[in-house]
Structures are given as C-alpha cells and as structure tokens.
C-alpha cells in the first residue's frame, strides 16, 4: 500500500464557544459558507436543539469545514499579552489590500475585536482579530 493513500484526512476544525449558533453564523457571514444540511437555523421562534449542540458550516465545495462544539465555559484568550494563549488560530488571506480592508470593516461589523493591527507592514500586512468567542483569527494579503 502506498503510505501517501493512509494518511488522515483533515475533515474539519472545531471550534468550543458557548454560543454555537452565534459563532457560525459569525462565520458564515464572514466567509460566505453555507450549512451543512440539517444545521440551517430553525424559522423565527422556534427551538435551535442543534444549535445547542453542534454545527458545520461549509465552502461551496463542501471541502473547507468549521464546526462549533458547544460548551458550558470557555476562558477568553488573552493573546498576545500573556495568560491565556491563542492555542489555535485561523489565517484567512485575502488577494489585495483594497479587499483587506473591506474585510477589516466587513470583520468589525460582524462582531469582531481588532486585536492586532499591522495593516501598515510592507512585508505582511495583516490584522488579528478575535471572534465573538474570543478566538483569534488572522486576514492578512496574500496576492496572487
């Protein structure tokens, strides 16, 4: 057998949050993914069970997934001043400065937190921000 065909297959990252349904629509909104079939949200005042639990949301390719495990508590990181590190990030690139910038606004408005702003970097410019959770994520320029 070739080694290369039993590798594990990078399925998803999951993200803990005490919300579910907030941090994937956050998500969804921020990367223009869709639900997974059956984790849509419920029609207005109805009960969210899923959305107490688990959800995927996905890439028009259905190959990009994050999901988002519900938890009772969850300590906010504190990255980059010390105490509670990031322990995970997400890096979103994006091609242009002009698209960097609509995303900066695009982030804030969503619920983002600047946390980082190194937007002026001739070498990488880039800003971190933390979702409505806490976790941090990163859009920096990547052209071409």
């Given at each position: 057998?070739?080694?290369?065909?039993?590798?594990?297959?990078?399925?998803?990252?999951?993200?803990?949050?005490?919300?579910?349904?907030?941090?994937?629509?956050?998500?969804?909104?921020?990367?223009?993914?869709?639900?997974?079939?059956?984790?849509?949200?419920?029609?207005?005042?109805?009960?969210?069970?899923?959305?107490?639990?688990?959800?995927?949301?996905?890439?028009?390719?259905?190959?990009?997934?994050?999901?988002?495990?519900?938890?009772?508590?969850?300590?906010?990181?504190?990255?980059?001043?010390?105490?509670?590190?990031?322990?995970l990030h997400l890096?979103?690139?994006?091609?242009?400065?002009a698209v960097f910038?609509?995303?900066?606004?695009?982030?804030?408005?969503?619920?983002?937190?600047?946390?980082?702003?190194?937007?002026?970097?001739?070498?990488?410019?880039?800003?971190v921000y933390a979702?409505?959770?806490?976790?941090?994520?990163?859009?920096?320029?990547?052209?071409?």
């Amino acid at each position: 057998m070739d080694v290369s065909q039993s590798f594990p297959h990078l399925r998803q990252v999951v993200l803990d949050t005490t919300n579910a349904r907030e941090l994937a629509e956050f998500y969804r909104e921020l990367l223009g993914y869709t639900y997974r079939a059956g984790d849509e949200p419920p029609a207005a005042n109805q009960p969210d069970p899923r959305g107490r639990e688990w959800l995927v949301i996905q890439d028009a390719n259905m190959t990009s997934r994050i999901a988002f495990q519900q938890v009772d508590k969850l300590p906010r990181s504190t990255w980059p001043a010390d105490g509670i590190p990031q322990q995970l990030h997400l890096d979103l690139s994006v091609p242009s400065i002009a698209v960097f910038d609509l995303q900066h606004q695009r982030a804030q408005a969503l619920g983002a937190t600047l946390v980082l702003d190194r937007s002026k970097d001739e070498q990488e410019p880039l800003r971190v921000y933390a979702d409505p959770a806490g976790h941090p994520f990163c859009i920096f320029v990547l052209p071409g």
